[in-house]
């Protein structure tokens, strides 16, 4: 499919207008940041394996009633999703303490928090993505109240799908972060991508770091951790 005029490129895609008017074409990167883009590199690879590992979530959640920006997958590194206006609010789900979490809350990282907690930021690069609560997210025009609902109500039906499909992989659903937009026509999309860029992960018995956060800590093996989700995820 021809790529046309590139309308956006963030930390990890860029994004390109095509012939349709419904649909953009979203390609992978390999490079990586962390600490709000103090701390860059590449992950080889990185962009086809979190292109097919979001091809994938979406498609089971799409199969499990939940409506995503996901249409096709075009190559390793390319998908085809449907026009959405992103709602400059990121969703980040918890279920044991790792991150910012552990520092805000003094809690020790690793502590299953017994109970999902859903967490609004807001999406803003220069403000360093700061967390807000529904009444700033309302005085700045982000949400509406009916879309705060349908945002935390998505979330968590997607929090329940996501940690029964991992738990079938031994691995464990620490947080996430999910992104959603509106369509033209005013539909809400689950959008951007879910990998472990985005995800947490954690072998269930070791709890060994299979994500992102081996690039952040700096602990090795990155490559290989993100090939090791693949792999759970296809045997799955």
Request: charge should be negative; proline fraction near 1%; hydrophobic fraction near 40%.
């Amino acid at each position: 499919m021809q790529r046309q005029k590139m309308l956006y490129e963030g930390k990890a895609k860029r994004v390109y207008e095509i012939a349709r008017d419904d649909a953009y074409l979203v390609e992978f990167k390999d490079d990586a940041t962390a600490f709000n883009g103090e701390k860059r590199g590449q992950i080889a690879n990185k962009g086809a394996l979190n292109n097919q590992m979001s091809a994938h979530f979406f498609r089971l959640l799409e199969q499990q009633g939940i409506r995503t920006h996901y249409l096709e997958t075009l190559s390793d590194r390319e998908m085809l999703v449907k026009r959405v206006r992103i709602i400059p609010i990121e969703v980040v789900v918890r279920n044991i303490v790792a991150g910012t979490l552990a520092k805000r809350l003094g809690l020790a990282e690793g502590v299953d928090l017994g109970r999902t907690v859903v967490e609004f930021y807001y999406k803003d690069d220069a403000l360093g993505d700061p967390l807000i609560n529904r009444s700033h997210a309302l005085a700045l025009k982000l949400a509406t109240r009916e879309q705060l609902d349908e945002l935390e109500a998505r979330a968590l039906a997607i929090n329940e799908s996501l940690t029964a499909h991992l738990h079938a992989c031994q691995l464990l659903l620490v947080d996430f972060k999910l992104e959603f937009g509106v369509t033209a026509d005013g539909e809400l999309l689950l959008a951007d991508e879910i990998s472990p860029d985005t995800c947490r992960l954690w072998d269930e018995t070791t709890r060994e770091k299979l994500d992102k956060d081996r690039f952040r800590r700096d602990l090795g093996g990155v490559e290989q951790a993100y090939e090791e989700v693949w792999r759970r995820l296809q045997q799955a």
